[in-house]
């Protein structure tokens, strides 16, 4: 007779799925062919698996590629959880006094593959907002966060985003490889990005990189709003906000972390 403490009480579907999740943990960017490979499944099960995930937000696909890596909804549940040293458990304090300093939308972007993901929000104070919710999947030629993010990334990220055709957002979006790459330039030298108009017109974004615990760029921090209330005094104000809150999540996620112009 089999005893409770023999009994096999898994479920063999979510046991592979949790498989998969792990393996996109520790290498992203793989294929179903390279999963199918690494964990023993087959490809059938693997992009049934793959597909389910993706449908919940676990997994993204990077339609280029056909490759896949962990989705936003890891970071949601993530925040939840609250662990120690994570980019949310450290940004949350920080994008709620960054909100009160400045009364105007905070957002919390990091890149997946060739797109920005908007990883967390906090909605201003004013009682005409510009939101963008938590989840949504933007470009990275174009808005606060995502620029900022991009001026960071590894070259072949940035000659990968530039050589597809730049989608026009606003009359003011920078379609041409060449001044994007001038812009970037120039977004390393000052530590900062201040956009205007480039992604929802009648809109800015100032944002500051954020560091991980390598020093490497793995995100960024913006403040967000309309037009009509960004003058000269509050620009020079939200730029330093935006440089402190990353400044303060840097030091959070890292014992020693780097200058970077912050």
């Known amino acids: 007779m089999v005893g409770k403490e023999d009994r096999d009480y898994r479920i063999a579907a979510v046991d592979r799925a949790l498989l998969v999740m792990e393996a996109l943990g520790e290498r992203p960017g793989q294929g179903v062919t390279a999963l199918s490979k690494s964990l ?8 049934r698996l793959l597909q389910t995930l993706e449908d919940r937000g676990f997994v993204v696909r990077d339609p280029d590629s056909s490759v896949y890596s962990l989705g936003y909804r890891i970071g949601v549940l993530g925040e939840r959880v609250g662990r120690d040293g994570s980019l949310l458990f450290a940004a949350r304090p920080v994008m709620d006094a960054l909100r009160d300093r400045t009364s105007e939308n905070v957002n ?20 005409i907002r510009l939101f963008a919710q938590a989840g949504r999947s933007g ?13 960071y990334a590894e070259q072949s990220v940035v000659d990968a985003v530039l ?7 606003t009359p003011y979006t920078i379609t041409d490889p060449e001044k994007l790459r001038q812009l970037l330039t120039r977004i390393r030298a000052n530590g900062i990005n201040v956009a205007l108009n480039d ?28 037009m009509v209330r960004f003058d000269e005094e509050r620009r020079e104000r939200y730029i330093e906000a935006a440089r402190d809150a990353a400044k303060e999540i840097s030091s959070k996620l890292s014992l020693h972390p780097a200058t970077l112009n912050l």
């Not at 023993?40 to 992009?47: A, P």
């Not at 967390?120 to 104070?125: D, E, L, P, S, V």
């Open 139 to 151: 470009p990275l030629h174009a808005g606060g966060g995502s620029l900022c993010i991009l001026a």
């Open 199 to 226: 992604l929802d017109e009648g809109a800015f974004s100032v944002a500051a990189p954020i560091l991980g615990p390598h020093d490497d760029v793995i995100a960024a921090i913006s403040v967000a709003g309309a």
């Open 108 to 127: 919390l972007v990091i890149r997946e593959g060739t797109r920005s993901l908007v990883l967390a929000t906090r909605a201003g104070h004013h009682s």
């Open 163 to 169: 050589a597809k055709p730049l989608e026009a957002f």
């Open 40 to 47: 023993g499944l087959t490809k059938s099960i693997v992009f």
